[in-house]
């Protein structure tokens, strides 16, 4: 194994001893947007079998010729999700955790019914309230999951990205306590810098690229 995953491995497990959280209860999402096939092909020897995209397009250019090596892997979308490219989105992912949109609800909606299947959707939430970012105003949340729910959207958690600026641990308490209040068990919140602290606010998933890949050269997207 990589000394890279095996130590955010064992940060992981330490995190969850100490929150008092059950071993394994918190998933390792390995986000390998922009990154060379080589590093990912090495965790995947590895043998982690759960990874995060951003890009649709980047997504569907890689991952089917690597499920087909390596044999089944979860793969979620954790960036945004342009309406137009739901379609393929849907069939590629097996979650997406950037639901943030009535008129993206509609289009999943759409696709589920015409598919009889979807992916596990989380609803992006946007803390923090920045004019820039994506995701549900705290104050919208709960109509919004209403409305998703009588569209029999398979809701399982909530996401959130926060501020850069700001101390991440309030967030993540915030939206712990948005998902219970709503009755949703996932909580996909955390990144490289301080996916501890998600885990001791509840996180069941935590999203992790520069430490386990390296740095990523966007110059070359």
Request: aromatic share 4%; glycine share 8%; charged share 20%.
């Amino acid at each position: 194994m990589t000394t890279a995953l095996a130590t955010i491995l064992e940060k992981l497990r330490l995190a969850e001893t100490a929150a008092g959280r059950a071993p394994g209860s918190v998933h390792l999402i390995a986000v390998s947007k922009v990154q060379p096939l080589e590093r990912v092909v090495a965790v995947l020897k590895d043998g982690h079998r759960l990874f995060g995209e951003n890009y649709v397009q980047e997504a569907q250019g890689k991952w089917p010729d690597l499920r087909a090596e390596f044999g089944p892997v979860a793969v979620h979308m954790i960036g945004p999700l342009q309406t137009n490219k739901a379609k393929v989105a849907v069939e590629l992912f097996d979650a997406i955790h950037s639901l943030d949109r009535p008129s993206l609800a509609d289009k999943l909606a759409s696709l589920a019914q015409s598919r009889g299947t979807s992916p596990d959707l989380f609803v992006q939430v946007n803390t923090g309230e920045e004019p820039q970012k994506a995701g549900i105003l705290p104050a919208d949340l709960d109509a919004f999951v209403a409305d998703c729910r009588r569209r029999d959207l398979p809701l399982v958690g909530l996401m959130c990205i926060p501020p850069e600026s700001e101390d991440a641990t309030p967030h993540f308490h915030m939206l712990a306590a948005m998902a219970a209040r709503n009755g949703l068990t996932g909580l996909s919140m955390g990144m490289s810098s301080d996916f501890p602290a998600a885990i001791a606010a509840g996180a069941t998933h935590v999203r992790v690229g520069s430490a386990l890949f390296g740095a990523r050269d966007y110059g070359t997207r």
